[in-house]
């Protein structure tokens, strides 16, 4: 099977991705203080193996490497995120110079590469000591984060091409207040939704002092990982009601807010009893929708869910029986159902039409803003051949249907500014530690050396022409 070829527009950022607390290591050094990972890794049983960040890529000693690496990927821009408690290791209060010096460093060498920075502020690594006052349920939280903004965009505003202010909020929110699978680890749904709040009040207080102290004329994006959700039986209103569901807890929680200037009554009423939404104040919602110079999307996958009834009864379409209500907040009627293969080593299924279909929907939506893929890839269970060589073809394969459905998307008409992939590095995957590998670039943990995968080779071809070729990809495998 081929596909046709494709020409990605003049001017189309290509990048890779990656985050602080998954690359750095070096958390005792410099004078960082301790975030939620440091503390949820090393609480026994949170993280598959035990794994923690504390060594990770080491990429706080290595950082100069590393952009060689994305230098000779011919990159035009990188997408990294500043660890707050680097900068500010109370997460309020005194600033740590070392940690500023660091990013700085970072920054310059970047540009003397001729590689854009983009700056995302939180990627989920929280001082602790703002957990233990309440981290996202605590609506002081915002603020404070809103004068660490501050303070990165005066050191740093007149070189970040693009700044992100909050990455999948819908992760820190749900996963770490929620089903409790991400720091902190707590499993509350009033919480849960009182952080969604809280993170969209931070993104809008961050995103309005960006532009005071940079200008008007500075970039200011939010990346979210929106949902593409499809019902079991399309016929069925129980289950296209718990698409809704899916939806507004997904994606209208931040898209509302943030770009629309309200939640929508679905959502306050299917979460009615769970609360009652007083911690919105007036004004919140004024301070949330601020205007945008992207939007950042994250996309792996999708999901089908169906209605469900606690019966344990119905069968799927496909057969398959065994129901479960979903871990979602305020969702305990909806189930999510296995999809069918392929699937990445993550259990993902492998569905780029989707993707195509995000694209187009997000940017009819909102057609004066343009979008941005932040992150899109692939963990596999990459083997290292006698050769030394990493070849991964589910991989490029994963990517090359991805980016032929980014650009089958700009075909239809959506926005798409850039592509960024995830991620530069094989990096720690959060709960599932250093046993999932999403990087083009394989880290060997015990050495901690680079070594290109045959994915990071085609991307850099493809960097160099912005052209997807015409090439094989393996047919639809089960
Ligand atoms: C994103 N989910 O995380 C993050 O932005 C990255 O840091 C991460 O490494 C990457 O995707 C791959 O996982 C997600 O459970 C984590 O739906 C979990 C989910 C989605 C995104």
Known sequence: MTSPARTFPDGFTWGSATASYQIEGAVHEGGRGPSIWDTYSHTPGRTLNGDT???ADDHYHRWAEDIEHISRLGLRA?????????VQPGGSGDWNLEGL??????????LAEGVRPVATLYHWDLPQELEDAGGWTNRNTAYHFADYARRMAEAFGDRIWMWTTLNEPWCSAYLGYGSGVHAPGITDPEAALKAVHHLNLAHGLAARTIRDVVGAGTQVSVTLNLHVTRPDDPDSAADRAAVAKI?????????GPMLDGAYPPELLEQTSSITDWSFVQDGDLEIIRQPLTVLGVNYYSSSRVRHYDGSGERQQADGHGNSEASPWVGADDVEFLPQPGPHTAMGWNIDPEAFT???TTVSARYPRLPLMVTENGAAFDDTVSPDGRIHDEERVDYLYRHLDAVGAAIEAGADVRGYFVWSLLDNFEWGYGYDRRFGIIRVDYETLERTWKDSAYWYRELVRTSQLPDQEVAATAE
């Open 53 to 55: 960040g504390d060594v």
């Open 78 to 86: 990188y997408r990294f995120s500043i660890a707050w408690p680097r």
């Open 101 to 110: 010096a660091f990013y700085t460093t970072l920054v310059d060498a970047l």
């Open 247 to 255: 939806d507004n807890l997904g994606n209208e929680a931040f898209l």
């Open 357 to 359: 279909e995000l694209l």
